[in-house]
């Protein structure tokens, strides 16, 4: 217990100086997200400091930032739009939809946590995992440039003039002291440095520039000041507990749960590879779960891992459960007594911070090996940059691995072979390899000969094995028609685990298996293939 604690201590200073960088830098995200939902900014900010404070609790990353994303953000806005067209005007029904929806969604993570669907993420290949990093890097790229835009006459229109190069000036000097601070002295957070020397500058020099402040108050907002998150007890009034509700909200609550999910777990598996550790996906499941049922429930609009925040909370030393816990109870010590002061913060600081992360973030090396790898695995990589950016993080991942599956198919399909012999006793033996599934059937099929082979065939499977049931129906098919045409099939040197499939599966694919076999290389191949 004491090794335990004094490790954790060893590293208390670095999880505090990086869960304040990370509260700062979840501010202007969580608002902004809350506005592309179409909800209030206070409902973005509780659920950064609920979801936050949850699964650095409990979560099964530790050092991993979650809150209010842009990716559920944006499904999030249809459902509040449809939400208020189902009340009258003002109602803001579509408010407690999005809660309702958000509970619902928990549970479905939670579900998942339970079945332990998190160990999937395994299955997702490399190429992937460097198209989603690449993609979401230019997605943060992108949403950052927003900053650089002002509103005139209700109208948000691009900064130009002395406007622009004095944003451009601070971004790029707060980027100047995040590269030049660890070369100088490497055991200060160098975002939060950043942030504190460009907001000092703004504020004693009194310099016209968007704040976080006039960025709320442009998008509607009416400041950062608010209390602790309340019940909604309004929810079981408003929103009508029926068949009719769950069909409404039930598809968007797949659809964020999924989302949430995916980028969890991918976020998870890269924070793995920054810090060498290794996280636990269904764990995750259901810290995410529980924090988004708990959201819904206090008035926040539910969220996942978040990327960006997660990587400046690794490279500013974050590394424990304290790192998430300081962040969100500083945001909401924020929203509590310090509103007033974290307004005057430059956006301009931030998005210097969040262009340092895309620069951390984007896989530069996928340009150097572009042209060494698979010109399959080049194709996936590039097509789930794209798809990241086009559509969203889960139609990326989803399409990724659909790819990637099936190249994998194609490639083993193309792989089976069959070697041919006559034994002394005139048996034709056909000698399998490569793995017989559903790819491979056709060009299994065309291996036999039906009509000119001897009375007795055998089919040898010690360097291959039946996968799954269209190998088992070619085999059925196979047998049927040396039958018909009066001859003894048999099956040998089958896997203790593809006899059971084929003895579960039929009789007749059951009385082809030759179980006593003298041969000692079956029975090591028998063991290295279960």
């Given at each position: 217990?004491?090794?335990?604690?004094?490790?954790?201590?060893?590293?208390?200073?670095?999880?505090?100086?990086?869960?304040?960088?990370?509260?700062?830098?979840?501010?202007?995200?969580?608002?902004?997200?809350?506005?592309?939902?179409?909800?209030?900014?206070?409902?973005?900010?509780?659920?950064?400091?609920?979801?936050?404070?949850?699964?650095?609790?409990?979560?099964?990353?530790?050092?991993?930032?979650?809150?209010?994303?842009?990716?559920?953000?944006?499904?999030?806005?249809?459902?509040?739009?449809?939400?208020?067209?189902?009340?009258?005007?003002?109602?803001?029904?579509?408010?407690?939809?999005?809660?309702?929806?958000?509970?619902?969604?928990?549970?479905?993570?939670?579900?998942?946590?339970?079945?332990?669907?998190?160990?999937?993420v395994r299955l997702i290949p490399h190429p992937?995992?460097?198209?989603?990093?690449?993609?979401?890097?230019?997605?943060?790229f992108l949403s950052q440039l927003g900053m650089f835009k002002y509103v005139q006459n209700g109208e948000r229109i691009w900064m130009h003039g002395t406007d622009l190069y004095l944003m451009i000036g601070l971004v790029g000097l707060t980027m100047a002291i995040m590269w030049l601070l660890p070369k100088v002295y490497k055991k200060l957070p160098e975002a939060l440095i950043a942030i504190l020397a460009v907001s000092a500058i703004v504020i004693f020099g009194k310099l016209d520039v968007a704040t976080v402040g006039s960025f709320i108050r442009d998008g509607g907002g009416e400041g950062l000041k608010g209390g602790l998150p309340d019940f909604q007890w309004d929810l079981f009034n408003k929103v009508p507990m029926n068949m009719e509700t769950l069909r409404f909200i039930g598809p968007y609550a797949l659809i964020l749960a999924a989302i949430g999910l995916i980028e969890s777990l991918m976020t998870l598996n890269l924070i793995d590879e920054l810090t060498e550790t290794r996280g636990s996906a269904n764990r995750e499941c259901m810290a995410q779960g529980g924090a988004n049922i708990i959201t819904g429930l206090f008035g926040g609009m539910g969220g996942c891992a978040m990327i960006g925040q997660s990587?400046?909370?690794?490279?500013?030393?974050?590394?424990?459960?304290?790192?998430?816990?300081?962040?969100?109870?500083?945001?909401?010590?924020?929203?509590?007594?310090?509103?007033?002061?974290?307004?005057?913060?430059?956006?301009?600081?931030?998005?210097?911070?969040?262009?340092?992360?895309?620069?951390?973030?984007?896989?530069?090396?996928?340009?150097?090996?572009?042209?060494?790898?698979?010109?399959?695995?080049?194709?996936?990589?590039?097509?789930?940059?794209?798809l990241t950016v086009i559509f969203d993080l889960a139609i990326a991942v989803i399409a990724g691995v659909i790819i990637s599956a099936l190249v994998f198919s194609w490639e083993n399909a193309k792989r089976i072979?069959?070697?041919?012999?006559?034994?002394?006793?005139?048996?034709?033996?056909?000698?399998?390899?490569?793995?017989?599934?559903?790819?491979?059937?056709?060009?299994?099929?065309?291996?036999?000969?039906?009509?000119?082979?001897?009375?007795?065939?055998?089919?040898?499977?010690?360097e291959s094995r039946v996968s799954d049931h269209s190998a088992l129906e070619a085999l059925s098919n196979l047998i049927d028609k040396y039958e018909a045409a009066g001859k003894n099939l048999k099956i040998k040197h089958l896997s203790e685990e593809c006899q059971r499939l084929m003895i579960k599966a039929s009789p007749k694919l059951a009385n082809v298996i030759v179980e006593d076999i003298d041969d000692p290389r079956y029975h090591v191949m028998a063991k290295v293939m279960e």
């Open positions: 217990m004491t090794d335990f604690i004094r490790k954790r201590a060893a590293n208390a200073k670095n999880d505090i100086l990086s869960g304040l960088t990370v509260a700062l830098a979840l501010i202007p995200e969580a608002v902004a997200f809350a506005f592309v939902a179409g909800v209030p900014p206070l409902v973005g900010l509780y659920a950064a400091f609920m979801i936050g404070l949850i699964t650095s609790v409990f979560g099964g990353r530790p050092g991993m930032i979650s809150g209010a994303t842009g990716a559920l953000a944006v499904v999030m806005v249809h459902l509040v739009a449809e939400g208020n067209a189902r009340g009258i005007d003002g109602e803001n029904l579509g408010l407690y939809y999005l809660f309702a929806t958000v509970i619902l969604m928990g549970i479905i993570q939670m579900l998942a946590g339970v079945f332990k669907l998190g160990k999937f992937v995992m460097m198209g989603f990093v690449n993609g979401l890097a230019i997605v943060i990587i400046i909370n690794i490279k500013s030393g974050g590394r424990t459960r304290l790192s998430g816990i300081v962040a969100a109870l500083t945001l909401l010590m924020f929203i509590l007594f310090a509103s007033a002061y974290i307004e005057q913060v430059p956006i301009a600081a931030l998005v210097g911070v969040m262009f340092m992360v895309v620069i951390g973030t984007f896989a530069w090396s996928s340009f150097r090996i572009l042209h060494k790898i698979p010109l399959s695995d080049a194709i996936v990589l590039i097509a789930v940059s794209l072979r069959a070697r041919k012999h006559i034994k002394e006793d005139g048996t034709k033996v056909y000698e399998i390899w490569g793995p017989l599934f559903f790819g491979s059937v056709q060009q299994f099929n065309s291996k036999f000969d039906i009509k000119d082979d001897p009375e007795n065939v055998e089919i040898d499977f010690i």
